[in-house]
DNA sequence: ACCTGAACACCGTTCAAGT
DNA sequence: ACCTGAACACCGTTCAAGT
């Protein structure tokens, strides 16, 4: 049948419609509940279509690529996430900008997977940020010569964390694929690996490679909150470390 | 027309072939190929059936699924990233896992998306790196307080750098997107960031958001390196914290 | 045991055609 | 301007059937 949708009973004929529900702003809001959803793997423009009860090719008209509909899907979790300046110090700015991040994709632990390793960073992650990013970075004594490392290392500190924490499980077989890494995590050789079987405990199913679920069901909080204070105390090392010729 | 490929002449029969030449280690090469020329988005198992001139379902008697042949490929990659115990202190040990990390994902850069953003990670990366993080943190000083902590930075400051170094730039038109891009940072307003407008020249295109090339066409080598010693004085920093009931 | 060949249930995207 | 309807060129995966 060639209907979007079987159960729908009213069909919308061509032409444009008299309450022209379809705008671009509903396209994203119903793409978001899909990823949210089903996740970027699994995420389809056509379904996205269907829940709008329109033939795929309508989204197309509102929207150029399905790379463009995510682009925007990601930029709208990230609005509100960028702290305002003038709150405290250069380290202050920057943990309330890392647990805005956060909190912001907690909300929808899918786009995790977009900001991270597709670059709809660059159409997602907005100006205000990279100036506030900078603004902050020279405050803390950044110069000329380590602005561009320090700028890159608090985007990847940001992002990269979150990335790996809610990364994807396996799609298929989700149960079986727990229980299989679960038993193989049990299973480790005590002879070869003593010190990982002897700390086991305090790693299994809560830390990276050896965990069975994502950061959406298990958080990792502690651990991101560590990362966070590893990188701030290390930028401070890091941008004090050539100024010698300043004082 | 039925063939997996138009142009070559001779057709296997069906049944148990003379020269077995396909094998699982053979998919797995051939699909690494497949992933370096055309990325994990594109990547597809028909193709790899193409290049070995069988039909698409022949790899599936040979591998369960396509998530799977490609965490095959990304622990072909691995192999040997790890470095050997016994070299130096617990610094020196970290920094040389990083440094060889970052050679092996750069040889070939589409597997960062795998390690980073899809839980291939899981299956991909080596009980033998979990030991070796493992030994070396407890040396570094790290408690049960803290080793978990500590072991997740150390995963994630690993691969986090890289997987958005590595992120794939839009697949289509990416001249047309490059120079959108490229005009979008040039033209900032300089009134509303006059911070980034001032410090542009240091960050276009070798800075996050504010590239248009991905780190296999211009690599962030000095920004990396940066992003290692960061965490190595911040880790250091952290483990020292909580010691002072030790001593 | 290992492969063919066909089929199933999907995709993203384009484009003429309608109103 | 905005949508239909059909089509194109693909996917991953399954499964009976061959040898």
């Known amino acids: 049948m060639p209907m979007p949708t079987s159960d729908r009973p009213a069909r919308r004929s061509a032409g444009r419609p008299a309450n022209s529900t379809i705008t671009r702003e509903a396209i994203v809001n119903v793409a978001l509940d899909q990823l949210d959803r089903v996740g970027a793997h699994a995420f389809s423009v056509r379904d996205v279509a269907r829940s709008l009860d329109v033939y795929p090719s309508t989204i197309y008209w509102h929207v150029e690529s399905k790379e463009a509909l995510l682009a925007e899907v990601a930029s709208l979790v990230m609005t509100g996430a960028i702290p305002p300046r003038g709150s405290g110090d250069w380290k202050t700015w920057l943990r309330s900008l890392f647990k805005r991040y956060r909190k912001a994709v907690l909300k929808h632990p899918n786009v995790a997977q977009l900001l991270g390793a597709q670059l709809v960073s660059n159409a997602s ?23 561009r490392e320090a700028y890159n290392c608090v985007i990847s500190a940001m992002t990269g964390f979150m990335t790996m924490e809610l990364a994807p499980m396996p799609l298929d077989d989700p149960k079986g694929w727990a229980a299989a890494l679960e038993g193989r995590v049990r299973s480790i ?20 490679i050896l965990r069975w679920q994502n950061g959406s069901q298990v958080p990792l909080t502690s651990s991101f909150n560590a990362h966070v204070e590893i990188f701030l105390a290390g930028l401070e090392v890091f941008l004090s470390q ?6």
């Open 125 to 147: 992650l907005s100006i205000d940020l990279i100036e506030g990013v900078i603004s902050v970075l020279l405050e803390a004594g950044a110069t000329e010569a380590n602005l």
């Open 242 to 247: 050539e100024n010698d010729s300043v004082d």
């Open 189 to 208: 050789d005590p002879l070869e690996h003593p010190t990982l079987t002897r700390h086991l405990h305090l790693l299994a199913n809560k830390a990276f």
